[in-house]
């Protein structure tokens, strides 16, 4: 009876242990922040289109190790992860689990730099007469109507996703 009772209570701190692991974020290269629970390298590259990929393997060339950031201990990752998912609203002063004033306000100032960044290349898109990219030869390649308002709604879906709108 006592070795059942001993193995039950080995289990149960077995299984308490992995409950409570630690939670690591890291930032990709458009400034999203992401949540893992393991220390398992993570290799990061931007396309030419500007979409981001991640991989647990340095597949690409261009593909560069994340910087892992301890961020909370005892919290399980959907916890952590419906944290930093959730709508922030203007005013609001929440910081993420072991986040210390220092860093939540140079996290805040950095969500500040970013949406008003996002805003005003959204602002200069709406005021350009019309929108262009430039080839490698240095000419200007003058967007398609069609493409103009594809790049119109990707920039408005950056700001809402940058100013949590």
């Known amino acids: 009876m006592s070795k ?5 209570i080995l289990l149960a701190c077995l299984v308490s242990a992995t409950a409570s692991a630690d939670i690591w974020k890291w930032i990709d290269a458009n400034g999203k922040m992401h949540f893992v629970d393991t220390l398992t390298p993570i290799y990061t ?3 030419e289109a500007g979409k981001v990929y991640f991989s647990d393997t340095p597949d690409h060339e261009d593909a560069v190790s994340v910087e892992l950031v301890w961020h909370a201990t005892g919290k399980s990752l959907d916890e952590v992860t419906a944290k930093a998912g959730s ?4 005013g609001d002063t929440w910081a993420y689990a072991g986040e210390t004033p220092d860093e939540r306000y ?3 100032k950095a969500e500040a730099y970013y949406c008003k960044r996002a805003k ?3 602002d200069s ?3 350009a007469p019309r929108l ?3 080839s490698e030869s240095g000419e200007r390649e003058y967007l398609t109507d069609e493409d103009s308002a594809r790049t119109l709604a990707e920039t408005q879906a950056r ?6 709108l």
């Open 120 to 122: 005003d290349i959204y």
């Open 87 to 90: 709508q922030k609203k203007p």
């Open 125 to 127: 898109y709406l005021k």
């Open 106 to 108: 140079a996290r805040e």
């Open 45 to 47: 590259w931007v396309d």
């Open 159 to 164: 700001v809402d996703e940058l100013c949590n």
């Open 4 to 8: 059942t009772i001993a193995t039950l």
């Open 132 to 134: 262009y990219r430039t």
